[in-house]
Nanobody
Framework: QVQLVESGGGSVQAGGSLRLSCAAS????????VAWFRQAPGKEREFVAV????????IHADSVKGRFSISKDNARSTVILQMNNLKPEDTAVYYC???????????????????WGQGTQVTVSS
């Protein structure tokens, strides 16, 4: 059974940093694309970043480019989202998602991911 567990959320002041982790059990991240999405209150869930299963290609959403960084530790089946220079608009529940079969054109789409974590809250105050 596949299980993804996020951790590392919390409350910070604007300009601060947080490091989110997504740990997997039941699968090895080596063959999975792993992404982060987020959902703010009253808003749609949106793509944040992904590291693909092929070649480890990395994509960040424009809204977080230069501030957030996704990385993968295959040996520990863990994906990290390092978030720096946080802004109040980054406040959301952050979810990790994984897929073994997703194609490149779907990497930014929720529909492409079969496995999801329960989410971790990130709150940024001004």
């Amino acid at each position: 059974q596949v299980q993804l567990v996020e951790s590392g959320g919390g409350s910070v002041q604007a300009g601060g940093s947080l490091r989110l982790s997504c740990a997997a059990s039941g699968i090895s991240f080596t063959r999975y694309a792993v992404a982060w999405f987020r959902q703010a209150p009253g808003k749609e869930r949106e793509f944040v970043a992904v590291i693909s299963q092929r070649h480890g290609s990395i994509i960040h959403a424009d809204s977080v480019k230069g501030r957030f960084s996704i990385s993968k530790d295959n040996a520990r089946s863990t994906v990290i989202l390092q978030m720096n220079n946080l802004k109040p608009e980054d406040t959301a529940v952050y979810y990790c998602a994984a897929s073994q079969t997703i194609i490149s054109s779907q990497l930014r789409s929720q529909a492409g991911y079969a496995h999801w974590g329960q989410g971790t809250q990130v709150t940024v105050s001004s």
